[in-house]
């Protein structure tokens, strides 16, 4: 069976760190592309951040800051959140897609498998 299970999120203060993990269980984690997800309140949920085999994509807003990774021996997949801002705050997910191309990473409906969220808030 096919699982995922986000964890690592809580409370930090401005400009804290946080690393995030996304253990899966079923699969092998370098045969696919994994990808992190946030929803904030009362927004859609967007791309953070997705591994594809050797390649890392970023959105915008969190380049320079975020870095995925991946622990093929722990079947995990990372995601280390530095100089977090206020508008990071979200729940966060991460997700299991076929190896996409850099155009595709972001839209939601290739990714088949879904973790539980783990909330991040980011506030003084």
């Known amino acids: 069976e096919v699982q995922l299970q986000a964890s690592g999120g809580g409370l930090v203060q401005p400009g804290g760190s946080l690393r995030l993990s996304c253990a899966a269980s079923g699969f092998a984690v370098d045969d696919y592309g994994i990808g992190w997800f946030r929803q904030a309140p009362g927004k859609e949920r967007e791309g953070v951040s997705f591994?594809?085999?050797?390649?890392?994509f970023y959105a915008d807003a969190v380049k320079g800051r975020f870095t995925i990774s991946r622990d093929n021996a722990k079947n995990t997949v990372y995601l280390q959140m530095n100089s977090l801002k206020p508008e990071d705050t979200a729940v966060y997910y991460c997700a299991r897609a076929p190896r996409l191309p850099f155009s595709l990473w972001r839209a939601q409906s290739y990714y088949t498998y879904w973790s539980q969220g783990t909330q991040v808030t980011v506030s003084s």
């Open positions: 591994i594809n085999v050797g390649r890392k």
